[in-house]
Each structure stands twice: as C-alpha cells, then as structure tokens.
C-alpha cells in the first residue's frame, strides 16, 4: 500500500512538473509578476524553489506530506488538509448514498434479471441498464437537473446549500435537498454496472449443477435463490461493490461539476485549471487511498466470507 | 423373475431433442435429437443399469425424467410412475420426495454451504438433524463431517454424503447418475453394494453408467444404450456369456471387458449431427445388410429385448 502511494504520487508529480506551470505566475499572478524588478523575481524564484531538480523538489513534499503538511492551497488560500477536510465531507456523504443506492438496486435488479434470464424482465432491465450505461454521467446530470430543478422546480439546480442563507441558518434538511439530485444522478449510473454484472453471475449460478441438483430435490425457485443464489452471488457482488468506489469517484468528478456542488471532485477540477499544485496532489494521493482501500477491503473481506479461502489460510 | 413386482417406471420410446442455431447460418433452428426411442421399466426392488459409453445420452436420460431438461430441450414419449403418466406437474412435486437423484460428483454440492446442511436440503427442524445423523452413522460418516465444505470432502465421502441427500426421504425411486467415476474399485463396489442395498429395501434403483463390469456384479438387468438409443435389455446374467446377448455391440462391449481378452472394434459412436440412417450402430458392425438402413423395431427377444435386424433373423433361423 505504501509502494502504491509512492509510486502515485511520484507519477502525479512527474505529471505536474511536466506540465507548463510556473510558479511565479501561478502564485503571483500575471499581473503582479509583470510589475516586479528582476531582484523581487529571483527572491521568489529562490523562495519557489524554481530550478531545484525535481527529486529534491518532491522529497520536500513528501516529507512534509508525511508529517501532515499538506501545503497551503493557493486557490483557496487555506492550509490544503483543511479544504479537503470540507470537501471530502460534502462528497462523502453523496458517495456514500451513491454507493449504498446503487449497489442495493443493482443487486436487486442482477437478481431478478439473472432469475428469469429471456423473460420479459430480464429484457427490460437489460434494456434499462445498456441505455444507461452509454448515457454519459454528465448528460444525464443535465438531464435530470432541467426535468427537476427547472421545469418541475422542486429541487435546487446546484450547490450545497441555499444561495442568500448565512451558514449557521443552513439546516440539515437543505443539505439534503441540494444532495438528492447529485446522489440520484451517481446511483443511477452505477446501478447499470452493477446489475449488468450480478445478473450475469447470477445466469452462471441458475445454470450450475448445484443448482440442477438442487432443482432435482425439488427446492423451489425462492428457496434456491435464498439458499443457494444469495450465497454464491455474494463474494462477486462483494468485489464488484468495493470496485465501484473507484467509478462513484470518478463519476463524482463530473457530476458536482453539472451541479457546482463543492465536493472533492469540483475541487480536483478547480485545482487542476487554476494551477493548485499541493491541492491537487492531496486530492490525487486521497482519492488512490480510497480506491485502494476499496479493493482492499474486498480481498479482506474475501478471506472471512469464503470458507474456500477461510479454512485454506488456518491450514497452512 | 421379479414379475409380480409393481413397476415403478416405465419409459416408452422416449426421445429427447435440443433446438440448435444451425452452424454458420444464424437464424435458422434446428433440432438436435440426443435420444431416440428409448425405453426402460424399473420395478420395485430392482436395480436395472443403463450402459453406455459417454456421450450417449445417458446423463440427459436422467434430467428428463425428474424433468430437468434446459429450456431448449424437447421431450416426446411417455413416461410413467407407478402405473400412472408422469406429467411435468407430477414430477415437480415427486422430485426430491419420492422420486430422487444422485448426481455424478460433489460439483452439484453447493461450494459455499456445508455438508450438513445441504444433506438436510434446507430444513431445520429437528426431525431432519435425526434422519441426517442417522444416514451419516449408516454410512460411516463421522459427524464432524457435517461441518465441513464440499471442496473438504474426499471422493469416497462425497460420494456417501450424495446417497444420504438422497436418502433424507423415503424414496421409491432413485436415479443414480455415474456414480463411480473417480472412485477406485474398491470403493466404486461399495458404493454400488449401498446402491444395491436402498433397491433390497424395496426401492427402484435406475443406475446410469459406463461401467459394464461393475454394473454386471449388482444390477439386475442391463440396458445397453448406443448412440441416443436403447439397443438391448438384457438381464444381467445374460452379461455373463457372449452367447447369451443380441446385439452385436453389447457382444463387443462384453469382449471388451479385460478378463475377456480386452477386444476392440474399428470406429466411434457416431455423433448426433452425422448418424447414419437406421441402426446407429450399422457403419461398425460386421453383419450390416442393406434391412440395417431402415428403422429397426424394439423387439423382445427371450427375457430381454433388442433393437438388430440380425438377430431377428438369428432367431427366426433358431427357431
């Protein structure tokens, strides 16, 4: 895990130093470097650490990462933990319900489909989630943000909170309306995959001979769903669950750009154009933790569900 | 010899297809048929193998009956139990009752669920903890192999851990689909001595196998199955002499046999898409005449049955 975040952060910053980003300009600002004498310019140079090779220019970093110093954002003008602190609040809790809403129905409906492979239901979720899964995130975000926010008016176009409202007059209640919309648009992308998947593990399970047999011991349809179906759909539906992080990640990227909510992945855009340098390399070195994470704990879990994987480990 | 026995099943000129894409042509369909014209009774008690070699059909017999055939399969014929035809409806509800199968290998075990549970096929109550002990007792198996895994089980136990989930009810008719593959001999005769047991007790024992020999030492009649077809019944003692059996093929089956100087015949079964026309067997067999490319009937021929053109003649010519 630590090799990983090494060698992420070692690309990121390769990436970045690649780039034409001067940190003059970037920290200064255009106008105010063209006033400067040539002496103020190489005090800051040397203050920026302009010309520095870049290894000498990233053990800085990292050392100062490692003991949480994450640098200051240039755009936001506050210490980077603390912009991402807020940021990641927002996104997590859109996250989150993306993740549960999407994993829940894309069970379900991988489910129902796989029972009744070529039946009319298996056609139209098939259907449902093929559609889906070629609709483009931001579209679809469109989409629902003119049905809803502006010919329905029932729900807000964007951001996270009410426009003209003091933060402390912000209740809870507003927090949730202005996520609903956001949360929907990332659930309902991920159900598609989701169900697409399980629903073919679920054809491989009603086509096993375990379940031939258990057919021929006359167990009806429910019993061998709820004895044999939930249980061997698990461990694939497992992975597949702790996989989508990384896709609800992205996907967030591009939905809180459609509705101007200020989550992570608005900050990554804003970082990115405007030059912010430290915040983009938090938000990259934050964003590998999660998806790494996620397929971690998939393997972990793995190892205490299959007793395939469970009962060989205690042996050797 | 078992004639005042009540016949549990009996299979009339079964015939199973499958709807197939004709190859390369895409929409097209066509129907594949696997077997043709098969026919088998069981009586009570009676322990009656079905012999072939594999790709013949054999296993699909066994999924038709209990009505387990894909979507794609088609069944035509008539089969019925107990005196009564065995409708789709019927053997929904007599599978896992009355009418029960042993599959061919620990695979049709759910892998993720234990042994003990599985045998019980879901029921909890008490009643089923006893019966389930008890079989495991019957067959040597220590409890603490309720507890394990399928992939824990070695091939002997898994073989005695499919006959007790096949045991959990009464049945009157069990369908044993190769169940000695994987086996060595020693415990392939046990198992097929446990087989020969449950028919003792009074039950019908329809066993589905590629081993002529073994099947010789416990069954009570043997039906030799060739190419998706039946092509001679024949009690088991008629096994035991060239002489005795109709058709040529089982007379190459029984030369076969190590101890009867391990003989073989040119050529392979032929597969279904390229049979020949009347008997399956005619392109292989020594007495082909121009009678073998018609439709052979299923004639009964002493206390067995055959499906040859020859050994009709053989017969009239004896008689």
Redesign the interface.
């Given at each position: 895990m630590i090799l990983l975040v090494i060698g992420v952060s070692i690309a990121a910053f390769l990436l970045i130093s690649a780039s034409p980003i001067d940190p003059l300009q970037a920290n200064v600002g255009q106008a105010a470097l063209g006033s400067m004498s040539q002496e103020q310019i190489e005090k800051l140079q040397e203050y920026w650490g302009v010309g520095q090779p870049p290894m000498e220019r990233y053990l800085a970093w990292a050392g100062d990462f490692i003991r949480g110093d994450m640098g200051t954002s240039l755009l936001y003008r506050q210490s980077v933990s603390a912009v991402i602190a807020v940021k990641l609040g927002n996104s997590l809790f859109l996250m989150i319900t993306a993740w549960i809403l999407s994993g829940f129905f894309g069970l379900v409906l991988g489910i129902i489909s796989g029972m009744n492979e070529g039946k009319f239901v298996d056609k139209a979720v098939k259907g449902y989630c093929l559609v889906i899964a070629s609709t483009p995130a931001f579209w679809l975000a469109l989409l629902l943000l003119m049905i809803f926010g502006v010919w329905l008016k029932v729900l807000p176009i964007g951001l996270s909170v009410p426009i003209g409202v003091e933060a402390s007059g912000v209740t809870f209640m507003d927090r949730l309306r202005h996520a609903i919309l956001p949360a929907v648009t990332l659930s309902i992308t991920g159900v598609s995959n989701i169900a697409l998947h399980t629903r073919e593990k679920m054809i491989d399970v009603m086509e096993s001979e375990y379940v031939l047999f258990a057919r021929a011991r006359g167990e009806s349809r429910w019993s061998i769903l709820k004895n044999h179906g939930l249980r061997n759909i698990l461990l694939p539906a497992m992975t597949l669950q702790f996989a989508s992080i990384s896709e609800i990640f992205g996907g967030s990227v591009l939905v809180e750009q459609v509705f101007s909510y200020p989550g992570l992945g608005q900050a990554a855009v804003t970082a990115g154009l405007g030059s912010d340098v430290p915040l983009l390399m938090a938000i990259t070195i934050i964003s590998a933790l999660f998806v790494f994470g996620g397929n971690f704990i998939a393997n972990v879990l793995y190892g205490i569900v299959d007793p395939r994987i469970r009962k060989g480990a205690k042996e050797r | 010899m078992k004639n005042g026995r009540k016949t549990i099943l009996e299979i009339k000129n079964m015939s199973i297809s499958f709807k197939q894409y004709a190859e390369k042509k895409g929409t097209k369909q066509i129907d594949l048929p696997v077997i043709r014209d098969l026919s088998v009774t069981i009586k009570e008690g009676e322990m009656v193998a079905v012999v072939g070699s594999s790709g013949s059909g054999k296993s699909l017999l066994a999924?038709g009956v209990?009505g387990?055939l894909p979507?794609n399969g088609k069944m035509e014929g008539k089969i019925s139990y107990c005196g009564k035809p065995l409708t789709p409806k019927k053997v929904?509800?007599?599978?896992?009752?009355e009418i029960?199968?042993v599959?061919q290998?620990v695979?049709?075990?759910?892998?993720?669920?234990k042994v003990g549970a599985q045998v019980r096929?879901?029921r909890k109550d008490a009643a089923a903890k006893e019966r389930s002990r008890e079989l495991f007792r019957r067959y040597g198996l220590e409890e603490s192999v309720e507890d394990l895994?399928p992939?824990?089980l070695s091939g002997g136990m898994a073989r005695r851990v499919l006959i007790c989930?096949a045991l959990m009810k009464n049945p009157k008719l069990v369908i044993a689909d190769e169940p000695t593959p994987g086996l060595h001999l020693e415990a392939a005769r046990q198992t097929l001595s446990d087989f020969r047991a449950i028919a003792d007790q009074g039950a019908g024992v329809l066993l589905i196998t590629h081993d002529l020999e073994l099947a010789m030492e416990v069954a009570d009649r043997i039906v030799v199955f060739y190419a998706g077809t039946t092509i001679e019944e024949a009690s088991a003692d008629d096994f035991r002499q060239e002489d005795t059996l109709r058709h040529p093929y089982s007379r190459a089956l029984h030369r076969a046999i190590p101890q009867n100087g391990f003989g073989y015949i040119e050529g392979t079964q032929p597969y279904v898409k390229d049979m020949p026309e009347g008997c399956p067997f005619g392109p292989r067999c020594e007495g082909f005449c121009e009678e073998c490319q018609k439709d052979i009937p299923w004639v009964k021929s002493g206390n067995g049955y055959v499906r040859c053109i020859g050994s009709l003649e053989a017969g009239r010519m004896r008689a």
């Open positions: - | 999924h209990l387990l979507y929904e509800k007599l599978r896992g009752n029960v199968l599959p290998s695979s049709y075990l759910d892998p993720l669920m096929g879901g895994y992939f824990e989930t």
